[in-house]
């Protein structure tokens, strides 16, 4: 089996990089041909993870975190083979995705599992939104986007000093409380499948493929990664005080019952500002990165990613 391999070396969780050196030796072990790559900056791993499937590889595992992941499986999805199968180790300070998945701990078994399981199809999003420079940009996800306030907790996250060294999960918590202090919420528009949902301030709105975000935030428990449909989770704009309390609830799911939060589902999520004032336009976030802001769109791409894990 030709296995290509996109590492990021520098990706949040150091257990996670420490692993896959031994899940390397074990696929060579069992006669895996291995084509490791490692990233040295933005857009390399999509780059490097569409090179990696032209080049004939029966397998491209992404080796780190959401970001990496979710840029990888978009570069499989612009190569010319586009059904080639995708697999990943988890590296990264949240590692969402993966909570998705019960995973072996041991490298030997984690290396099995990769040669061995089939190939199962999942869905993936594909979005369109305002890049940072104003000009319009497209890209794929395959765990959540999501904008709001969350936009301004993974800026901070990827930029900041705080937390460094800590685990994923206090390191998005001391963020998350530090950016709803400070967060007005952002009125928007939201539309459904072409049917208008929602007019007015949100904190913020979750489209979801897989139902984790903010290192074990259990945002949409009841998404599927197989049935064609995001769960798009909106949460309304409050003051500080009731947002923190659904904040409270949501690592364990029971904010759905909140009734500042309502539960959707549609195959394409439309928004846009209802403002006109650009920098009050809602921050957007696609898999743990900050590609850019709304107004934007997002559309579900069904079976598109051909996972083996």
């Given at each position: 089996m030709r296995i290509g391999a996109v590492v990021n070396p520098v990706?949040?969780?150091?257990?996670?990089?420490s692993l896959w050196p031994e899940i390397a030796a074990a696929l060579g072990a069992e006669g895996a041909e291995l084509d490791i790559r490692e990233t040295g900056g933005d857009g390399d791993a999509a780059r490097l993870g569409q090179a990696l499937s032209e080049d004939g590889s029966d397998l491209v595992i992404a080796v780190g975190g959401d970001g990496t992941i979710g840029e990888v499986a978009s570069g499989i999805l612009?190569?010319?083979r586009p059904g080639v199968a995708f697999s990943f180790v988890p590296a990264g300070t949240g590692s969402d995705f993966a909570r998705n998945f019960a995973?072996?701990?041991d490298p030997r078994a984690y290396a099995a599992r990769l040669l061995s399981a089939t190939a199962t199809p999942v869905d993936a999003g594909v979005m369109t939104c305002e890049g940072e420079d104003g000009r319009a940009l497209s890209r794929h996800f395959i765990n959540i986007a999501s904008f709001g306030v969350s936009g301004p907790i993974v800026r901070a996250v990827n930029n900041g000093r705080r937390g460094r060294g800590l685990p994923g999960t206090p390191v998005f918590f001391l963020h998350s409380v530090s950016q709803l202090l400070r967060y007005?919420?952002?009125?928007v528009?939201?539309?459904l499948d072409g049917i208008d949902l929602f007019q007015g301030p949100i904190t913020a709105v979750a489209v979801s493929n897989g139902r984790w975000f903010g290192a074990g935030m259990h945002v949409a428990p009841a998404a599927s990664l197989s049935d064609g449909l995001f769960d798009v989770v909106v949460i309304r704009g409050a003051p500080t005080v009731s947002i923190l309390k659904v904040m409270n609830s949501i690592y364990t799911g029971a904010h759905i019952d909140h009734?500042?939060?309502?539960?959707?589902?549609?195959?394409?999520?439309?928004?846009?500002?209802?403002?006109?004032?650009?920098?009050?336009?809602a921050l957007i976030e696609s898999d743990g990165e900050a590609p850019g802001r709304v107004p934007a769109r997002f559309d579900v791409l069904p079976g598109a990613i051909n996972l083996r894990i």
């Open positions: 990706s949040g969780r150091k257990a996670g990089r612009r190569s010319d995973l072996p701990t007005r919420p952002r009125c528009g939201l539309r009734p500042l939060v309502s539960v959707h589902r549609a195959s394409r999520v439309e928004v846009w500002p209802t403002r006109a004032d650009r920098s009050m336009a």
